[in-house]
Protein backbone atom coordinates (compact mmCIF):
# COMPACT_ATOMS: atom_id res chain seq x y z
CA UNK A 1 0.00 0.00 0.00
CA UNK A 2 1.29 3.67 -0.71
CA UNK A 3 2.57 6.14 1.98
CA UNK A 4 2.96 9.53 2.17
CA UNK A 5 5.84 11.87 4.17
CA UNK A 6 4.82 12.73 7.63
CA UNK A 7 2.41 15.46 7.63
CA UNK A 8 1.71 14.93 3.60
CA UNK A 9 3.31 17.64 2.30
CA UNK A 10 2.26 18.51 -1.54
CA UNK A 11 3.02 20.90 -4.19
CA UNK A 12 -0.17 23.53 -3.51
CA UNK A 13 -4.06 22.83 -4.59
CA UNK A 14 -4.50 23.68 -7.59
CA UNK A 15 -0.86 23.73 -9.09
CA UNK A 16 -1.47 22.64 -12.68
CA UNK A 17 2.22 23.28 -14.42
CA UNK A 18 5.64 22.10 -12.51
CA UNK A 19 8.86 23.49 -14.32
CA UNK A 20 11.75 21.26 -14.02
CA UNK A 21 15.58 21.88 -14.99
CA UNK A 22 18.53 20.36 -15.53
CA UNK A 23 21.56 21.52 -13.76
CA UNK A 24 23.81 23.02 -16.58
CA UNK A 25 26.93 21.92 -15.08
CA UNK A 26 26.52 18.62 -16.09
CA UNK A 27 25.47 19.77 -19.96
CA UNK A 28 23.34 16.52 -20.42
CA UNK A 29 21.96 15.18 -24.14
CA UNK A 30 18.75 15.14 -25.51
CA UNK A 31 18.56 11.35 -25.55
CA UNK A 32 19.12 11.97 -21.38
CA UNK A 33 16.90 14.55 -21.28
CA UNK A 34 13.79 12.78 -23.41
CA UNK A 35 14.30 10.17 -20.20
CA UNK A 36 13.28 12.65 -18.21
CA UNK A 37 10.27 14.08 -20.24
CA UNK A 38 9.10 10.12 -20.50
CA UNK A 39 9.21 9.47 -16.95
CA UNK A 40 7.37 12.87 -16.06
CA UNK A 41 4.89 12.42 -18.52
CA UNK A 42 3.65 8.95 -16.71
CA UNK A 43 3.03 11.13 -13.68
CA UNK A 44 1.08 14.27 -15.86
CA UNK A 45 -1.19 11.39 -16.81
CA UNK A 46 -2.72 10.62 -13.66
CA UNK A 47 -2.82 13.94 -12.32
CA UNK A 48 -3.95 17.13 -13.20
CA UNK A 49 -0.40 18.20 -13.47
CA UNK A 50 1.87 18.97 -16.22
CA UNK A 51 5.76 19.28 -16.69
CA UNK A 52 7.57 21.90 -18.65
CA UNK A 53 11.12 22.05 -18.98
CA UNK A 54 12.62 25.61 -18.53
CA UNK A 55 16.20 27.01 -19.50
CA UNK A 56 15.89 28.91 -16.33
CA UNK A 57 17.60 26.68 -13.57
CA UNK A 58 17.31 28.99 -10.95
CA UNK A 59 13.46 29.20 -11.35
CA UNK A 60 12.65 26.05 -11.77
CA UNK A 61 10.14 24.06 -9.28
CA UNK A 62 12.12 20.85 -9.82
CA UNK A 63 16.08 20.84 -10.27
CA UNK A 64 17.57 18.02 -11.77
CA UNK A 65 21.46 17.48 -11.47
CA UNK A 66 23.90 14.48 -11.43
CA UNK A 67 26.23 14.16 -8.83
CA UNK A 68 29.21 12.13 -7.18
CA UNK A 69 30.08 11.68 -3.43
CA UNK A 70 29.35 14.55 -1.25
CA UNK A 71 27.64 17.22 -3.28
CA UNK A 72 26.73 19.99 -0.25
CA UNK A 73 23.34 18.18 0.85
CA UNK A 74 24.61 16.58 3.63
CA UNK A 75 23.25 13.14 1.81
CA UNK A 76 26.60 12.28 -0.27
CA UNK A 77 26.19 9.43 -2.69
CA UNK A 78 28.23 6.13 -2.70
CA UNK A 79 29.36 5.27 -5.93
CA UNK A 80 28.43 2.40 -7.64
CA UNK A 81 25.08 0.66 -6.44
CA UNK A 82 23.73 1.62 -2.85
CA UNK A 83 22.18 5.25 -2.96
CA UNK A 84 21.21 5.43 -6.50
CA UNK A 85 19.30 8.53 -6.40
CA UNK A 86 17.68 10.96 -3.67
CA UNK A 87 14.91 13.36 -3.90
CA UNK A 88 13.44 15.48 -1.51
CA UNK A 89 9.78 15.78 -0.60
CA UNK A 90 7.29 18.66 -1.88
CA UNK A 91 7.93 21.60 -2.40
CA UNK A 92 12.14 21.08 -2.27
CA UNK A 93 12.45 20.28 -5.49
CA UNK A 94 15.83 19.28 -5.65
CA UNK A 95 16.39 15.78 -7.63
CA UNK A 96 20.37 14.36 -7.63
CA UNK A 97 21.27 10.94 -9.20
CA UNK A 98 24.54 9.37 -8.57
CA UNK A 99 27.09 10.03 -11.34
CA UNK A 100 29.06 7.41 -10.43
CA UNK A 101 25.95 4.95 -11.43
CA UNK A 102 25.89 3.40 -14.85
CA UNK A 103 23.17 4.70 -16.16
CA UNK A 104 20.77 3.51 -19.14
CA UNK A 105 19.24 5.98 -21.05
CA UNK A 106 17.97 3.75 -24.33
CA UNK A 107 17.20 0.33 -25.09
CA UNK A 108 16.77 -2.62 -22.99
CA UNK A 109 18.34 -2.45 -19.67
CA UNK A 110 17.97 -6.36 -19.00
CA UNK A 111 20.54 -6.79 -22.18
CA UNK A 112 23.14 -4.32 -21.08
CA UNK A 113 26.41 -5.42 -21.24
CA UNK A 114 27.62 -4.16 -17.81
CA UNK A 115 25.75 -6.21 -14.67
CA UNK A 116 25.60 -3.26 -12.90
CA UNK A 117 23.43 -1.17 -15.33
CA UNK A 118 20.70 1.05 -14.23
CA UNK A 119 17.78 2.16 -15.91
CA UNK A 120 17.31 5.72 -15.67
CA UNK A 121 13.56 5.92 -16.47
CA UNK A 122 12.59 3.32 -13.72
CA UNK A 123 14.53 5.54 -10.97
CA UNK A 124 13.39 8.98 -12.62
CA UNK A 125 9.63 7.61 -12.15
CA UNK A 126 10.21 6.39 -8.70
CA UNK A 127 11.92 9.78 -7.33
CA UNK A 128 9.30 11.87 -9.23
CA UNK A 129 6.80 9.76 -7.06
CA UNK A 130 8.72 11.32 -4.24
CA UNK A 131 8.64 15.44 -5.27
CA UNK A 132 5.36 14.79 -5.62
CA UNK A 133 4.61 13.66 -2.23
CA UNK A 134 4.83 9.92 -2.40
CA UNK A 135 6.42 7.71 0.59
CA UNK A 136 7.18 4.05 -0.32
CA UNK A 137 4.96 1.37 -0.76
CA UNK A 138 4.34 -2.41 0.15
CA UNK A 139 3.16 -3.39 -3.46
CA UNK A 140 5.78 -5.07 -4.98
CA UNK A 141 4.65 -4.41 -8.62
CA UNK A 142 4.40 -0.36 -7.25
CA UNK A 143 7.02 1.98 -8.54
CA UNK A 144 7.41 3.11 -4.94
CA UNK A 145 8.71 0.18 -3.88
CA UNK A 146 11.56 0.33 -2.16
CA UNK A 147 13.91 -2.32 -3.51
CA UNK A 148 14.78 -2.75 -7.80
CA UNK A 149 17.39 -4.91 -8.59
CA UNK A 150 20.09 -3.97 -11.53
CA UNK A 151 19.52 -4.25 -14.77
CA UNK A 152 15.55 -4.17 -14.05
CA UNK A 153 13.10 -2.03 -15.95
CA UNK A 154 9.73 -0.78 -14.00
CA UNK A 155 8.62 2.07 -15.21
CA UNK A 156 4.63 1.79 -15.25
CA UNK A 157 2.83 2.81 -12.44
CA UNK A 158 0.92 0.00 -10.85
CA UNK A 159 -2.77 0.70 -9.61
CA UNK A 160 -1.09 1.84 -5.79
CA UNK A 161 0.67 4.24 -7.27
CA UNK A 162 -1.97 5.88 -9.00
CA UNK A 163 -4.29 5.09 -5.88
CA UNK A 164 -1.63 7.13 -4.09
CA UNK A 165 -0.72 9.99 -6.21
CA UNK A 166 -4.47 10.43 -6.97
CA UNK A 167 -5.26 10.81 -3.22
CA UNK A 168 -2.82 13.85 -3.29
CA UNK A 169 -3.82 15.78 -6.28
N1 LIG B 1 17.30 6.11 -3.10
C1 LIG B 1 16.36 6.06 -2.05
C2 LIG B 1 14.91 6.10 -2.64
O1 LIG B 1 14.67 6.95 -3.50
C3 LIG B 1 16.50 7.23 -1.10
C4 LIG B 1 15.51 7.15 -0.01
C5 LIG B 1 15.51 6.25 0.99
C6 LIG B 1 14.36 7.91 0.13
N2 LIG B 1 14.41 6.45 1.77
C7 LIG B 1 13.70 7.45 1.27
C8 LIG B 1 13.82 8.96 -0.57
C9 LIG B 1 12.49 7.97 1.69
C10 LIG B 1 12.63 9.50 -0.15
C11 LIG B 1 11.96 8.99 0.96
O2 LIG B 1 14.13 5.31 -2.22
S1 LIG B 1 17.77 4.80 -3.89
C12 LIG B 1 14.96 2.81 -5.79
C13 LIG B 1 14.22 1.55 -5.60
C14 LIG B 1 16.53 4.35 -4.99
C15 LIG B 1 15.88 3.18 -4.84
O3 LIG B 1 18.87 5.21 -4.66
O4 LIG B 1 17.96 3.75 -2.96
C16 LIG B 1 14.69 3.60 -6.86
C17 LIG B 1 16.29 5.15 -6.07
F1 LIG B 1 13.03 1.75 -5.16
F2 LIG B 1 14.07 0.91 -6.70
F3 LIG B 1 14.88 0.79 -4.81
C18 LIG B 1 15.36 4.78 -7.01
CL1 LIG B 1 13.56 3.10 -8.07
ZN1 LIG C 1 21.75 15.34 -3.12
ZN1 LIG D 1 12.28 5.76 -2.77
Known amino acids: HYSFFPEEPR ?21 TKRVFASAFARWSEVTTINFRE ?10 IGFYSGDHGDGEPFDGVL ?3 AHAFSPTNGRFHLDKAEDWVATGDVTEAALSNAVDLESVAVHEIGHLLGLG ?17 RKVQLAGDDIDGIQQLY
Not at 18 to 31: C, H, I, R, S, V
Request: proline share 6%; hydrophobic share 30%.
Open 11 to 31: WPAGTTELTYAFDPENGLDDK
Open 82 to 84: GTL
Open 54 to 63: TASYGDADIK
Open 136 to 152: HSSVEEAIMYPTISSRT
